[in-house]
C-alpha cells in the first residue's frame, strides 16, 4: 500500500483533515489548527490588541491546546496571556491535573496562577457537592465559573479563555433545545460580554475546532496532557450522549456541527451575559437572586458566604503571582 504524501509539502502524511480528502504532515496539520483558531478569534472579534487574557487550564488536551495556540499567536495578536489552573480537590485526579498543567506551562513558558479550592472555602469540590446535596459536576460547575469570572476581575484581566470544543458546544446547544432551556442558549455564543466591575468577557478561541483536532495537536507538539477523565465523568449524561450523536450524525452530513454553532452565534443573541441584572448581597458579583449561587452554597456548607473572602484571597494571589 502507497503512504499518503502530505498535501502541502510531500511527505509523508499523518493525519487526514477533518470533512476532507486532504493529508497532511504533523507540521501542517498543526499549521492547519493554528489558522483555525486564528480565524475563529478574528471571525468573532474576541481579542483586541493590548488584551490581558486568563486562560483556563485543567490539565486536559482541549485546554492544553487551545494554551499553546494562544502562545504561538501572542505576538501576533499583541496579547499578553496566563494560565489559571483550580485544582478541585477530586481524589486521584486533581493532583495529577495540577502537576500536568505546570509542566505543560513550564514548557510553554507560560506564567501560572493555581488556585485550590480547599484553600477558599475549607472542603473539596466532592465534599461541597455532597455537603449540599447536589451532583458533583453541579457543585463543580458553578464554583469554577465564579472563580475564573473572580479571578479575572481580581487580576485586571480583559477576558477569559474556555477550552470548550466545537463538539462540546454543539451538544450544549443541542440539550437547551431538547430541554427547552431556551435562556441558556444565549450563553453559548462564541464569547460573551463584559459587564464593567461585575463579569469578565468570556471567550471560546476552540468554537469551531474538535475535539479530534485537539487531540492530534497535543500529540503532535508533544504537549504534556492528562489522558483519563475525571471520575465524575460519565458516558451516560445526555451530554455525553449527544456529543456522541452529533459526531455520527457529523459523519454522514458533514459539516452539520459547525453550521449549528454558526448559527447560533449569527443569532446575535448569543453574546450576551446572563441575564440577570442584580448584583450578590454579599460579594457584589453577578447573580440572579439575593445571594449568588457561591455565596449560597458555601454559606449552607460551611456557615458563610465566601464570596467576599474569595475575592480577596484571588487578588493577593494575582498581585503575588501575575
Ligand atoms: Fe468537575 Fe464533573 Fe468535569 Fe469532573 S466531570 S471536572 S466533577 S464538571
Ligand atoms: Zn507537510
Ligand atoms: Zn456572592
Avoid at 461541597?128 to 465564579?146: D, E, I, N, Q
Avoid at 476581575?153 to 462540546?168: C, P, S
Avoid at 446575535?268 to 460579594?283: D, P, Y
Amino acid at each position: 500500500m502507497s503512504l499518503r504524501k502530505c498535501a502541502v509539502c510531500g511527505e509523508i502524511a499523518i493525519a487526514r483533515l477533518p470533512n476532507s480528502k486532504l493529508f497532511l504532515c504533523a507540521d501542517h496539520f498543526k499549521e492547519y489548527v493554528e489558522r483555525r483558531v486564528l480565524r475563529t478569534i478574528e471571525r468573532y472579534r474576541m481579542i483586541e490588541r493590548g488584551n490581558r487574557i486568563l486562560v483556563a487550564v485543567s490539565g486536559g488536551k482541549d485546554s492544553a491546546t487551545m494554551l499553546a495556540i494562544l502562545k504561538r499567536l501572542r505576538d501576533a495578536l499583541a496579547v499578553e496571556i496566563t494560565a489559571l489552573h483550580i485544582n478541585l480537590g477530586i481524589p486521584n485526579y486533581s493532583d495529577k491535573s495540577e502537576e500536568t498543567t505546570r509542566r505543560l506551562t513550564q514548557k510553554l513558558a507560560v506564567p501560572l496562577v493555581v488556585v485550590k479550592v480547599e484553600d477558599l472555602i475549607g472542603m473539596s469540590v466532592p465534599q461541597l457537592a455532597r455537603k449540599a446535596g447536589r451532583p458533583v459536576c453541579s457543585a463543580c460547575g458553578l464554583v469554577k465559573r465564579y472563580l475564573l469570572n473572580a479571578a479575572a476581575l481580581e487580576g485586571g484581566f480583559d477576558k477569559v479563555a474556555l477550552g470548550h470544543t466545537l463538539n462540546d458546544m454543539s451538544a450544549y446547544i443541542l440539550k437547551t433545545f431538547l430541554t427547552q432551556d431556551l435562556s441558556s442558549t444565549e450563553k453559548l455564543g462564541p464569547y460573551t460580554e463584559t459587564i464593567e466591575g461585575v463579569a469578565v468577557s468570556r471567550i471560546r478561541p476552540l468554537y469551531e475546532t474538535s475535539e479530534l483536532e485537539t487531540l492530534l495537536y497535543a500529540n503532535f507538539s508533544g504537549l504534556p496532557f492528562v489522558g483519563e477523565k475525571c471520575p465524575h465523568a460519565s458516558p451516560s449524561t445526555l451530554e455525553a450522549e449527544l456529543k456522541r450523536f452529533m459526531a455520527a450524525l457529523n459523519e454522514r452530513y458533514r459539516g452539520i456541527e459547525i453550521s449549528l454553532v454558526r448559527r447560533i452565534a449569527k443569532s446575535g443573541k448569543a453574546t450576551q451575559v446572563e441575564s440577570a441584572a442584580k448584583l450578590c448581597k454579599s460579594c457584589g458579583l453577578i447573580s440572579n437572586a439575593d445571594l449568588c449561587s457561591y455565596c449560597k452554597i458555601t454559606a449552607t456548607c460551611t456557615g458563610e458566604p465566601k464570596g467576599s473572602f474569595t475575592r480577596r484571597f484571588l487578588r493577593d494571589l494575582l498581585r503575588l503571582e501575575v
